[in-house]
T-cell receptor
Framework: GAGVSQTPSNKVTEKGKYVELRCDPI?????LYWYRQSLGQGPEFLIY????????DSGLPNDRFFAVRPEGSVSTLKIQPAEQGDSAVYVC?????????????FGQGTRLTVV | DQQVKQNSPSLSVQEGRISILNCDYT??????FLWYKKYPAEGPTFLIS?????DKNEDGRFTVFLNKSAKHLSLHIVPSQPGDSAVYFC?????????????FGKGTKLSVIP
């Protein structure tokens, strides 16, 4: 596609449920990042994929969060079980390569609300 | 511990005037800096960047200045237009960190008044 696509754009779920958020990066981009943005904050790093592997997952807050990118393109961020404190906008970004001096392109985000 | 700080949550500027958005950072390993613009319900959009070997980068109405000794950068928008009204995020990364992840400030909401 032309840009980074994220689905769904909004997700409301109950505490304790399983949540899956999808990111479709720009075609050919090998680097993919997940960020989380809470109200009044900038995006906070969660995890970085270079190809299929999670090269840096140091931003994942705990083991309820997990992400995969099995074929090196689409990525799924999973939260199980969801808690109310997980409510935020989850933003995905891709870069052509995992290099420092290149811009990252962001999706529109998935607004997750856990009730 | 905020490594990238944008101390002004909001800024109002008259149309046609200069907008100056400021950003400070604490991590001396950062060597690439970016500004992103964000409209409501959209993801951040890349605006302009600067590497640490430069002290200035211009792109049309947008100029970013970097003062490495002060660990400070600023974004100048001249002249400001109503369509510039958005939240602006400063971000930084390090070529020495394997993931080259971007570390963001909290953002500054710019309002350009017609």
């Amino acid at each position: 596609g032309a840009g980074v696509s994220q689905t769904p754009s909004n997700k409301v779920t109950e505490k304790g449920k399983y949540v899956e958020l999808r990111c479709d990066p720009i075609s050919g981009h090998t680097a993919l990042y997940w960020y989380r943005q809470s109200l009044g904050q900038g995006p906070e790093f969660l995890i970085y994929f270079q190809g299929t592997g999670a090269a840096d997952d140091s931003g994942l807050p705990n083991d309820r969060f997990f992400a995969v990118r099995p074929e090196g393109s689409v990525s799924t961020l999973k939260i199980q079980p969801a808690e109310q404190g997980d409510s935020a906008v989850y933003v995905c970004a891709s870069r052509l390569r995992g290099e420092a001096y290149t811009e990252a392109f962001f999706g529109q985000g998935t607004r997750l609300t856990v009730v | 511990d905020q490594q990238v700080k944008q101390n002004s949550p909001s800024l109002s500027v008259q149309e046609g005037r200069i907008s100056i958005l400021n950003c400070d950072y604490t991590n001396s390993m950062f060597d690439y800096f970016l500004w992103y613009k964000k409209y409501p319900a959209e993801g951040p959009t890349f605006l302009i960047s600067i590497s640490s070997i430069k002290d200035k980068n211009e792109d049309g109405r947008f100029t970013v200045f970097l003062n490495k000794s002060a660990k400070h950068l600023s974004l100048h928008i001249v002249p400001s237009q109503p369509g510039d009204s958005a939240v602006y995020f400063c971000a930084a990364s390090s070529s020495r960190a394997g993931s080259y992840q971007l570390t963001f400030g909290k953002g500054t909401k710019l309002s350009v008044i017609p």
